[in-house]
T-cell receptor, first 114, second 115 residues
């Protein structure tokens, strides 16, 4: 079965706290692609990162970092020194071939208060 | 520039109306998608167009009719909708099927309310 699990439904933090959003995926395919998208209240899904199954290198982009571990089938997302503007729903997604559906997790709602 | 535009932003329609949602991208992408998203749920794929041809229809009711007039435009024609069709409709595009997955870029969506 192809599946993405985001066990954290809602997370609330205070500004400047670090927060990690968990993503666990299931697939038997050896080639797959993992994504994180951000959806602010305006509704648009904003692409954050794409990772190929054969590239386990972690990535850092400003305050954002991603930890991809094939051994545990996880692709976790950490926001360092969170800000109010980080408040949004974050989706982890899985896919296999071009032109096919993204398999989304149920999303994690992050609320950052000042 | 990774911009996908959608019009209108909001739409209210009765169950007997006919309306259309429009999506446009100028990134030279050859794959375009329609997703439906209900409140507090992830997006669900409806249709995929690849090189202006319908390649995936996820068993969507016929009251939703997609159209891809050219490589930059994607329409979703709506007719005789039901109140449960009220949702956020998202359009996305990606570079085009070349055997590897490419990133899908999403538009801002159209919030549809069916009365």
């Amino acid at each position: 079965a192809q599946k993405v699990t985001q066990a954290q439904t809602e997370i609330s933090v205070v500004e400047k706290e670090d927060v990690t959003l968990d993503c666990v995926y299931e697939t038997r395919d050896t080639t797959y692609y993992l994504f994180w998208y951000k959806q602010p209240p305006s509704g648009e899904l904003v692409f954050l990162i794409r990772r190929n199954s054969f590239d386990e290198q972690n990535e850092i982009s400003g305050r954002y970092s991603w930890n991809f571990q094939k051994s545990t089938s996880s692709f976790n997302f950490t926001i360092t020194a969170s800000q109010v503007v980080d408040s949004a729903v974050y989706f982890c997604a899985l896919s296999f071939q071009a032109g096919t559906a993204l398999i989304f997790g149920k999303g994690t709602t992050l609320s950052v208060s000042s | 520039d990774t911009e996908v535009t959608q019009t209108p932003k909001h739409l209210v329609m009765g169950m007997t109306n006919k309306k259309s949602l429009k999506c446009e991208q100028h990134m030279g992408h050859r794959a375009m998608y329609w997703y439906k998203q209900k409140a507090k749920k992830p997006p669900e794929l409806m249709f995929v167009y690849s090189y202006e041809k319908l390649s995936i229809n996820e068993s969507v009711p016929s009251r939703f009719s997609p159209e891809c007039p050219n490589s930059s435009l994607l329409n979703l024609h709506l007719h005789a909708l039901q109140p449960e069709d009220s949702a956020l409709y998202l359009c996305a595009s990606s570079q085009g099927p070349r055997g590897i997955q490419e990133t899908q870029y999403f538009g801002p969506g159209t919030r549809l309310l069916v009365l």
